[in-house]
């Protein structure tokens, strides 16, 4: 069955940097676009970046444009979120998910990783 594996989270101080990892099992990596989502407390779970399915087209919320990065390697099958200049108002759970699309990636997700920015 597909699997999702985010690894990386942690507490960084606002201003720092923070690698997230997804490890993708299960499918056909190559064939699917790759994204990222986020879950404050509280608060409604949202978008944060996507990437084609071979790496040409990626597309960032607003918010996070300029300071995060999202990139894949498809023959390893794992896409990464560098977050840089990290904010308190980054703090949520993130999530790895796969789909079709940079503007449909719902198909599957992973169970999250913690990110907390101490100001």
């Known amino acids: 069955q597909v699997q999702l594996v985010e690894s990386g989270g942690g507490l960084v101080q606002a201003g720092g940097s923070l690698r997230l990892s997804c490890a993708a099992s299960g499918l056909t990596f190559s064939n699917f676009a790759m994204g990222w989502f986020r879950q404050a407390p509280g608060k409604e779970r949202e978008f944060v970046a996507a990437i084609s399915r071979l790496g040409y087209s990626v597309k960032y919320a607003d918010s996070v444009k300029g300071r995060f990065t999202i990139s894949r390697d498809n023959a390893k099958k794992m896409v990464y979120l560098q977050m840089n200049s990290t904010k308190p108002e980054d703090t949520a759970l993130y999530y790895c998910?796969?789909?079709?699309?940079?503007?449909?990636?719902?198909?599957?997700w992973g169970q999250g990783t913690q990110v907390t920015v101490s100001s």
């Open positions: 998910a796969a789909g079709g699309s940079v503007t449909d990636v719902n198909d599957y």
